[in-house]
């Protein structure tokens, strides 16, 4: 059903050891046995259920609020509302600039409701059911204001405004260009437009919802939160001042995550209010997010348009240069965005060789859910827009959508590559990834196939999706948004300690929600101790308390196996070198006569003089007399800073990230032309992240996001009507992929080790959306015989692709070629 | 109207072969029985819907999702939960798991071997296509399924 293939560029940086083998997960054995801890399962003696009222308008003043009756309830703890928060909070910091930094948000609706979902009252009980009983007799009396939910409608001048301190409903706009994008489009043999494209809204919608278990010690003023937040410094910048404390009186802890995408990350709001409510009560309060307010509220991805778009081609096949209007539409708040507004940046080409770009971007709010990071977050939409226009240039332009690719790809002998905004691709050899993934599928025998199609009454396409998957942030980017802000750089922390019996425990500041952390974080410290890896004890997830964070800790962003591993790697090898100090005191010789080895600190050229990693750790801790000078303390902790300068805010250009993964997904279409219905019938993937720490967590990111991008091209999408509300709030209704709607899969490795990483290893998982890229391409090889409609949107339901046979004429209009 | 009449009945449950007897809500659904009143966390909830499989729990012998079952539906029966499934060794389907990687979060992967092992008592040696059948009502969001199917396939023909 899958297979596998490896190809190796050059020679990995490190090739020993643990380091690139299929070692077993060290958490799957908790996992299988039900024995994880997810924060749902922590309780607590007496604790408040917490539910959520929220509003049935998409728009709508809060004329007043009656908690009353619901108090009267028997087994009622309390309530919140937005009078309260307004009184006891600060609205949130926002990232924006004007006019998106005159939003308010707060964690409940203050004087109005902006979308459908939106939390308006906060009641706590002593059962989930009563909670939800006591909500209902909650008397909110609402005002409904006309409601927009197109990004396009809400730039009209009479649009309603949903923020009106912002003055209208734009939260960022900005023009980002690049070379000489007139001139290129003055010496180009063909101009194609491309007047409208659609990248849809969607999230990954992990199967655990967001929730916490709060509690308030009244003593300290420290809020304790048990909870799933994938990027705790980001909740704690949010949160703290909103609260009027510092960050240390927020402990944040993680355990085990049921999957996070990016999708819980701002989930301040909502713990902001369980703070509120448990300092109010004076007990702990826990919330479980019902499924439907996850999708009713929770991180939807960005929703964008590409306008006007243009694209200079010279007789050869070679494009030189596009220019697009880009649309972005945040929702109601803005509660990670605008950084949407910059990201797509760091891969503005895509994988091609385009100098001069323009790209108006505007972002807006309406009356859907706030968008934030979603899986492949912003470029994924920029990506998909690339590959869409190189395939609308071939259609249009007679290309050989393969030959274009190869011609306009970024050559491996380019690499590093500086591209027109400053970013620089590491390593990759995408030509070559294209054969693969080509060979793979068996791209020669696409035309028989499509003859077999042809025969039962069906029509084949063929598309490819190429990607990047940009990691480890340049947190200085958002000074690109905001020249005011603060923040630059990345940093990640490990610590590592030789404990009193000889036990090695690493402790991680990233979050992990399911990517093996613990198994590739004990392949890296085991190979430089020279142990055996099930001696390594990783401690994964966040506590305050442990010393082992920094402001950017957290797992999103494509970034452990650079700034996780890097920071294991660095703590890990102070550790070592201690050890081996410590050896060195005893056996009287040079630190650089001892290795580790085996299991043991001992003489390279005596290796009867020899150290248990028992003794190691016993003398510092419990038998140090004697010591004429301090033993080492067999305790390290190493911060990892990737090299960045803050990029140029006037010309907007600088390295924004310091990897870049590569992707190249492709597949094999089957569509019904009556009714649209279609299959994939053939897939495949191929990636590239550089040195591979375990090929099969790899392997298990690729295969991830590409059964994600599937649902999204195929079946998942937050479709509102025109009065807000939200027509697929669950499961039952947005479908995500099940066993039977997977096609076959292979997928294939290459290794184009990072030059500017310790390891050689690239962050990856976020490289699915070239999934998204083929289904639209071969959607659009598919009806070429069938009205050569132009594929417009990411998300291609049996309905759109049945539109497109029927009326192939409303996508033609969408498209022009002028040719000199 | 909110304030629904709440009535409490005392069921008696086997589960994991112990036998419980709790005074319950009728109200009370079977997966807030186990994870709430038992302790018995492993059994995990994804949805609202009855759409997501996380719950599913053996009961009697036949997977059912635990969160479309009241407890008090339970009352006489034999449960047994992904924390019967074992003892301290992992099974077989377990192990499968775990060597063919078709777990990522592990949130889903409760869900997942009880309705594998439902498939696996009635058929031992499943084809990919039963496998994908059987387990059409779990979602999972991290790992695609194809090693999942791969996993449940290796666990009948016993090559785990």
Known sequence: ?820 | MATTPVSEKVVRVSVNGTTYEYEVPTRRLLVHFLRDDLALTGTHIGCDTGSCGACTVHLNGVPVKSCAVLAVQADGAAVTTVEGLGDEELTPLQQSFSDHHALQCGYCTPGMLMSAAALLDENPSPSEEDVKVALQGNICRCTGYWNIVEAVVAAGKGVA
């Open chain 1, 1 to 820: 059903m899958t297979t596998t293939e490896t190809e190796t560029t050059t020679t990995p940086t490190i090739q020993k050891g643990y380091v690139g083998q299929n070692v077993p997960r060290k958490e799957d054995r908790r996992l299988v046995q039900g024995q994880g801890t997810f924060f749902d399962d922590v309780k607590r003696h007496g604790m408040g259920y917490v539910h959520f009222l929220r509003s049935p308008y998409a728009h709508a003043r809060i004329a007043s609020i009656d908690v009353s009756a619901a108090l009267e309830l028997p087994g009622v703890y309390g309530t919140l509302t937005g009078d309260e928060v307004a009184i006891l909070t600060d609205p949130f910091f926002q990232i924006a600039a004007e006019p998106g930094a005159n939003v308010r948000d707060y964690a409940l609706a203050v004087g109005k409701v902006r979308y459908l979902g939106e939390a308006v009252v906060a009641v706590v009980a002593e059962t989930r059911e009563l909670a939800r009983d006591a909500s209902e007799l909650v008397m909110v009396d609402y005002e409904p204001l006309d409601v927009v939910v197109d990004a396009r409608k809400a730039l009209e001048h009479d649009a309603p405004v949903l923020h009106e301190e912002c003055g209208g409903n734009v939260s960022y706009s900005g023009v980002w260009e690049w070379g000489d994008v007139d001139k290129a489009f003055a010496e180009a043999d063909h101009v194609v437009k491309i007047s409208e494209l659609h990248f849809d809204r969607f999230n990954s919608t992990p199967l655990e919802t967001n929730g916490a278990l709060v509690e308030y010690n009244r003593g300290t003023g420290q809020w304790t939160l048990i909870c799933n937040n994938q990027f705790p410094g980001f909740a704690a910048i949010m949160m703290a001042p909103a609260l009027r404390v510092g960050t240390n009186k927020l402990r944040m802890i993680t355990q085990d995550i049921g999957g996070a995408f990016g999708n819980k990350i701002t989930t301040h709001p909502q713990l902001v209010a369980l703070c509120l409510l448990a300092r109010k009560l004076g007990r702990a309060v826990q919330w479980t997010e019902w499924r439907t307010d996850f999708h009713q509220s929770m991180s939807h991805g960005n929703e964008r348009w590409f306008l006007d778009t243009e694209v200079a081609v010279m007789a050869d096949g070679t494009m030189t240069a596009f220019r697009t209007k880009a649309l972005d539409d945040a929702g109601a708040y803005l509660r990670y965005e605008p950084l949407g507004g910059v990201i797509w940046s760091q891969v503005a080409p895509g994988m091609y060789g385009w100098r001069n770009l323009r790209l108006d971007f505007t972002q807006v709010m309406t009356n859907k859910a706030p968008c934030s990071p979603n899986r492949g977050y912003s470029r994924m939409q920029q990506l998909w827009f690339t590959e869409r226009i190189v395939d609308v240039v071939a259609h249009e332009l007679g290309f050989d959508r393969v030959e274009l690719r190869k011609k306009n790809y970024v050559q491996p002998e380019q690499m590093p590559y500086e591209t027109p905004n400053g970013c620089v691709y590491d390593s990759g050899d995408y030509p070559r990834a294209l054969d693969v993934v080509l060979d793979l599928i068996g791209y020669d025998t696409v035309e028989e196939r499509r003859k077999d199609a042809a025969s039962r009454g069906k029509l084949l396409g063929f598309g490819i999706g190429s990607t990047l998957d940009s990691g480890t942030n340049n947190f200085g980017q958002s000074q690109l948004l905001n020249p005011e802000l603060q923040f630059s750089g990345n940093n990640e922390v490990a610590t590592a300690k030789l404990d009193f019996f000889g036990e090695i425990v690493v402790t991680l500041g990233t979050v992990p929600q399911g990517q093996g952390h613990e198994t590739t974080a004990s392949q890296i410290a085991a190979d430089i101790l020279g142990c055996d890896v099930d001696i390594i004890e990783v401690r994964a997830g966040h506590d305050d308390y442990w010393n082992s964070h920094a402001g950017f800790s957290g797992t999103y962003a494509s970034q452990f196996a650079v700034t996780g591993l890097g920071a294991v790697k660095g703590a890990v090898e102070d550790l070592a070198h201690q050890m081996r100090t410590l050896a060195s005191m005893v056996f009287q010789c040079s630190v650089d006569d001892i290795e580790l080895a085996e299991g043991f600190a001992r003489m390279k050229e005596n290796h009867e003089a020899a150290l248990p990693f028992m003794a190691l750790g016993a003398i510092p801790n419990m038998n140090n007399a004697g010591f004429p000078i301090d033993p080492p303390p067999m305790n390290a902790r190493f911060v990892f800073r990737p090299q960045f300068d803050v990029p140029d805010k006037e010309k907007k250009f600088g390295n924004l990230t310091l990897t870049y993964s590569m992707q190249i997904h492709a597949c094999i279409v089957e569509v019904d032309p009556e009714t649209g219905v279609y299959e994939i019938v053939d897939y495949a993937a191929v990636d590239d992240c550089g040195v591979r720490v375990n090929p099969k967590i790899v392997e298990g990111q690729v295969m991830g996001a590409t059964a994600q991008a599937i649902g999204a091209a195929m079946f998942e999408v937050f479709a509102y009507d025109d009065d807000g509300n939200l027509l697929t709030p669950n499961f039952y209704d947005y479908h995500v992929p099940h066993t039977l709607d997977m096609p076959p899969l292979k997928t294939a490795a290459i290794e184009s080790p990072s030059p500017f990483t310790s390891l050689g290893t690239k962050g990856m998982g976020e490289g699915g959306g070239g999934g998204i890229h083929c289904v639209s391409a071969a959607l659009q090889d598919a009806l070429m015989t069938s009205g050569r409609a132009i594929v417009t949107s990411s998300h291609n339901p049996y309905h759109r692709v049945w539109e497109m046979i029927r009326h192939p004429e409303r996508s033609r209009e969408k498209v022009e070629v002028v040719s000199k």
